[in-house]
């Protein structure tokens, strides 16, 4: 994917950072995605887009705090940057003038 | 249950502290154990387990990766050597299997088919694979040596009855 356009599972990690509000990383990335969109999502795939969304600049990260079933690790916080803000407002209003484009008779007998 | 048991499989978990890149490697060990951990509430520690395995596995992409000089790294090298005998037996079984396969350009006397190598091959990783388990879960030497022996004495047996049939069976050779 080009630096302006997002692909479809980076577009959904990048809503769902932006929706745990400071409180993203890798494991309740998935279990959002998985409660939200029924989707069955590896720690591998996720762990690549957030990495490549970070490199785009779309992402900012800071370690967390570790805990006992982390076994000492700290957590990587994933929150959006403003870039990242930015590129969701475009993608949502393409989305929307393509879905006003579409004549009504379209959806009219579905 | 032992504390020990409650924990990550060892090999996967030492494969994945190799391959990562170091940069990345607490974040995801992190990730990786936490899901560890919710998996066996959920399922039960063998699944949880096979769902780690999987995992280590899905994570090996160049992304995590990241270069490749970190796969160098002394201490990561060590603690993967800790399996070397593992690794050797996996390497010894097509080792073995070379002897008939060059001895075939060169004599007449050797002729194995494809499904001759299958069954030797299986013959022998299933040999070797059992002496290791023998050796990681029997600590006293004595009873390494006999439960080695036995597997041994079996692996020929079975080597026996399909060359030359000692024993009559329908798998017998001639």
């Known amino acids: 994917m080009s630096q302006f356009h997002l692909g479809e599972f980076e577009e959904i990690v990048l809503l769902t950072v932006a929706i745990l509000n400071g409180e993203a990383y890798g494991v309740n990335i998935i279990s959002e995605i998985e409660d939200r969109l029924?989707?069955?999502v590896s720690l591998g795939a996720i762990q690549t887009v957030l990495k490549r969304l970070e490199e785009k600049d779309l992402v900012k990260s800071e370690f967390g705090e570790t805990t006992r079933v982390r076994g000492g690790k700290r957590?990587?916080?994933y929150e959006i940057t403003a870039r990242g803000r930015q590129i969701l407002n475009r993608t949502k209003a393409q989305r929307n003038s393509l879905w006003d484009a579409i004549p009504k008779v379209v959806f009219k007998f579905s | 249950?032992?504390?020990s048991e409650n924990k990550p499989p060892r090999i996967a978990l030492e494969f994945f502290r190799w391959f990562c890149h170091p940069d990345f490697l607490e974040e995801i060990e992190g990730d990786l154990t936490e899901r560890f951990h919710e998996y066996s509430?959920?399922?039960?520690l063998k699944r949880a387990k096979w769902i780690f395995v999987k995992e280590v596995l899905f994570l090996f992409?160049?992304?995590i990766i990241g270069n490749i000089y970190h796969l160098t790294n002394k201490n990561s090298i060590i603690m993967l050597l800790q399996n070397k005998r593992l690794i050797l037996i996996?390497?010894?079984?097509?080792?073995l299997l070379l002897i008939p396969l060059i001895a075939m350009q060169f004599s007449t006397g050797v002729d194995w088919k494809i499904l001759d190598f299958l069954v030797m091959g299986v013959l022998l990783l299933g040999t070797g694979l059992l002496c290791e388990l023998?050796?990681?879960k029997v600590k006293s030497t004595k009873g390494r040596i006999i439960f080695c022996g036995i597997v041994l004495l079996v692996f020929l047996l079975v080597w026996a009855e399909l060359a030359i049939g000692i024993f009559g069976t329908p798998f017998a050779g001639s």
């Open chain 2, 1 to 3: 249950m032992n504390s």
């Open chain 2, 134 to 136: 023998v050796l990681r």
């Open chain 2, 41 to 44: 509430g959920k399922h039960g």
């Open chain 1, 75 to 77: 957590k990587r916080l």
């Open chain 2, 61 to 63: 992409r160049p992304s």
């Open chain 1, 38 to 40: 029924s989707r069955k």
């Open chain 2, 90 to 95: 996996l390497v010894a079984v097509p080792t």
